[in-house]
């Protein structure tokens, strides 16, 4: 993997494309479908995905006898099974009995026949022994010695009852944090709905002498005789007082004086209600950027005296703080994210005198990563529970890593994580052995830097340990005690390997399954590929699925399904036992999935092309690695190149046409947010910035609708709570100013969507026609067969 991008990628550049010449050879012959072709796709389309599955492909442990072994059960072809032994001591794998002696012993004593292939159970329980099993044959339970593998139905217990109890399954620890701290929520995850929260209406303090109460929208103390004191007078209708915190030692109180945002909504016409009837219009709060979000102002009282000690601490105006008390109740923290993201603040308030201090003041050029955390989220601030320490999360570095700080003074003590690779989430930490359990991507050399690993680490960066290992991306299972683990990992063109490993150094301890895909031998595998990006340094990461039935002497149009949202990366990274855009791919088409410049899970660097232009959504990368591809395989046609997406991919399909219409032929956008301006607030400020500025129309496909060029389908649910309907209706309207063709399909009574199946089947005959340059099947006739 590339560690670093050339330092001139300015945003006046990123756009910029270098072009590559495609082979000067011959072009193969273009694939073309025929009528039989389209229609045996559609005969296919009403078929399951695949007629087999994979098998040996994940292992759902037991653990027993105190954490050292466990069984699992493997189900296997034509309906069979077997029960598997692990010693996670000894590091041996073997069945958990005999089963054709099982089956024999259990025949003999039930009177029935059974296999040993086909044993009538699902569960099990074994002594630490080894020497017993016990199973639950329909209503009644049953022992087998597995010495003599004679098999008894056991008495009912007393009292008459003759149901069994289940067979006990040992249940797995927290997988966040068993026996520590749990991370908190990021307060900033959900801020669509921005007015203020529910006033509270009173608060008792710890030493029950005193209660804080809200009336006529001030702050009230009321003492233990019932005297009322009012402590501010200035709470008013909209700028009312709420929010009470007391300090542990109720020697302090914690008031928010909040002044609502603006409420705006958003409207939804349901125009075919199930009821029959009039249309309903429907509306829905909608903060969107540059709306007046509620703001939050701390207040500090003395209920001593009665007396506001006055502080600076600044108010919130982005998402509702929360309130954190140390626990001599000295201080009190909040965290403060400002609006345009480019500042985080986690402030101190000293409660005897108002002083406030910023323990983390992170500042950016571009945006901080706060929110929006892609796939393993965690917060940005964990406070620890036994020492007065912070595990500060952050990019500052150039790379998401760890940090440990002072609690008291914000002082950086130590970085936990280090190094040109990327921390994608924490599993666990220990704050006995003060380690931290994360998992991080790009530090194996070699790898796709998209892959997901499991390590552990002191808390002052010494001892990391690789607890994963095997090219591909892992998922990990730990026993209860945390000294072993169960790794499955695998890559989309690598089915899944498990494997049980010591947590203590990551030693492999035995082999446990290698998926079995012999009934998927049709499903044809992705290739991953990678070539160079704009900077002609840094890899770009894609996948790509053939057409069914290729032929390498003919050459296939291409369509790319784009999602280019800053919050994460898109293209899979693991196995799947379905086959990949298996309806473009049937006919016809080469099927591709890039992960461009401006997404996340790289380096800073990689992420920060995105800020204030999303309209780049990595297209100079795209068209390189589509032109790189066409380099290698001659029956890659980088000539009829098609796209499509959804949501925010929705509005990445049709910039392709907008801002790359010299490269992208067609594009299909369903319900894109095609206006950064009409989409929820908290997604675009973290990546647009604020205040809203001419940058938003910059990348707006609405104002730059009149640059169209190529075939566009717009699909649309009315009924889209997500990305308000209106987005894709005023592309709509800019276009027909713009006097451009294009296609506009609505979906009655439809949510945020690809436009369901119908949209679907509409998209494939889309670029059927636009790059087979073939008419689909008439869809109005009767004998064809219904999708």
């Known amino acids: 993997m590339t560690r670093r991008l050339a330092p001139l990628l300015l945003p006046a550049v990123l756009a910029v494309v270098v072009a590559r010449p495609l082979p000067a050879a011959d072009p193969l012959p273009r694939f073309v479908p025929t009528p039989a072709d389209l229609k045996d796709a559609d005969r296919r389309a009403a078929l399951p995905p695949t007629p087999g599955r994979a098998y040996r492909d994940k292992v759902t442990p037991n653990w027993f006898a105190e954490g050292t072994k466990f069984w699992y059960r493997n189900d296997l072809k034509a309906g069979t099974k077997e029960f598997v032994l692990v010693d996670a001591t000894k590091g041996t794998r073997r069945p958990a009995f005999d089963h054709a002696k099982l089956a024999a012993g259990l025949s003999k004593a039930a009177g029935k026949e059974y296999a040993a292939e086909r044993l009538p159970f699902q569960s099990i329980t074994l002594d630490d022994a080894v020497t017993r099993v016990r199973f639950q044959l329909r209503d009644d339970e049953w022992t087998c010695d597995l010495t003599s593998y004679v098999c008894a139905k056991q008495a009912a217990p007393p009292g008459g009852c003759d149901e069994p109890a289940p067979a006990p399954v040992v249940e797995m620890p927290d997988p966040l944090f068993p026996d520590g701290p749990v991370i908190a929520p990021d307060p900033f995850a959900v ?80 125009s075919s209600p199930k009821a029959g009837g009039r249309a309903v219009l429907h509306t829905r709060s909608y903060p969107q950027p540059g709306d007046k979000f509620t703001r939050f102002e701390p207040h500090l009282f003395d209920p001593a005296t009665g007396k506001e000690l006055k502080t600076d601490a600044p108010a919130v105006d982005f998402g509702v703080p929360n309130v954190r008390w140390a626990k001599d109740g000295e201080r009190f923290t909040y965290e403060k994210v400002d609006r345009g993201h480019q500042r985080h603040r986690l402030v101190a308030v000293t409660a005897a005198t108002g002083a406030t201090r910023n323990l983390i003041d992170e500042k950016s050029d571009t945006f901080v990563w706060t929110q929006h955390f892609d796939g393993f989220n965690f917060a940005a601030v964990t406070w620890l529970t036994k020492s007065a320490e912070i595990i500060h999360a952050t990019e500052k570095s150039g790379w998401r890593h760890l940090y440990l700080l002072d609690a008291a003074t914000g002082e950086q003590k130590a970085a936990i994580t280090s190094g040109e690779y990327v921390v994608r989430g924490i599993d666990r930490i220990d704050e006995d052995a003060r380690q931290v359990w994360f998992r991080a991507g790009g530090k194996n050399a ?3 830097p998209y892959h997901v690993h499991h390590y552990r680490v002191n808390f002052d960066g010494t001892g990391l340990v690789a607890l994963t290992a095997g090219n591909g991306t892992h998922a990990v299972q730990f026993s209860p005690d945390r000294r072993f683990l169960i790794d499955t990992y695998s890559r989309v063109d ?28 049709e499903v044809a595998l992705p290739e991953v590929f990678h070539a160079k990006g704009r900077d002609g340094t840094t890899d770009i990461w894609g996948l790509i699925c053939k057409p069914r039935n290729f032929d390498p002497e003919k050459r296939y149009p291409v369509v790319e399904y784009i999602y280019a949202g800053p919050h994460g990366s898109h293209v899979p990274k693991a196995y799947r036992a379905l086959p990949w855009h298996r309806a473009l791919t049937d006919l016809g088409f080469v099927v591709v999935q890039i992960d461009g410049m401006g997404t996340a899970n790289r380096s800073k660097a990689f992420h920060d092309v995105c800020w204030k232009n999303l309209k780049d959504a990595g297209f100079p990368d795209r068209v390189r690695w589509h032109k790189a591809v066409a380099a290698k395989y001659a029956w890659y046609d980088a000539e009829r190149v098609g796209i499509y997406g959804t949501s925010a991919g929705g509005q990445n399909a049709m910039g392709a046409l907008l801002f790359h219409g010299d490269f992208y032929r067609a594009a299909m956008a369903a319900c894109g947010c095609h206006d950064n301006r009409l989409d929820k607030s908290s997604w675009n400020e973290q990546w647009m910035g604020y205040p809203v500025g001419p940058h938003y129309a910059a990348c707006s496909n609405v104002d730059n609708a009149h640059r169209l060029r190529g075939r566009l389908l ?24 713009a006097n451009k063709d294009f296609e506009l399909l609505v979906v009655p009574g439809l949510g945020h969507s690809d436009g369901g199946a119908y949209g679907r089947r509409r998209t494939q005959d889309f670029f059927v026609r636009h790059l087979h340059g073939v008419e689909p099947p008439d869809r109005n006739r009767a004998e064809l067969p219904r999708r």
Do not use: H
């Open 714 to 737: 717009l699909i649309v649910g009315e009924m889209d709570t997500n990305v308000p309907p209106e987005s894709t209706f005023r592309v709509a309207d800019a276009l027909v100013k």
């Open 191 to 270: 801020v669509a709905q921005q007015q203020p929260p529910r006033k509270s209406a009173e608060a008792r303090s710890p030493d029950r002498k005193w209660t804080a109460v809200i009336r006529d929208a001030n702050v009230v103390l009321r003492d233990a005789d019932g005297k009322d004191t009012p402590l501010t007078k200035d709470g008013k209708d909209g700028a009312n007082y709420g929010m009470l915190s007391w300090a542990p030692d109720s020697k302090a109180l914690v008031a928010w004086r909040i002044e609502p945002g603006e409420k705006k909504e958003v409207y939804f016409v349901e």
């Open 446 to 448: 070699g790898e796709d």
């Open 494 to 521: 690598a089915p899944p390997v498990t494997e049980l490993r010591g947590c203590a150094d990551g030693t492999l301890v035995c082999r446990l399954e290698a998926a079995d895909v012999t009934e998927l031998a």
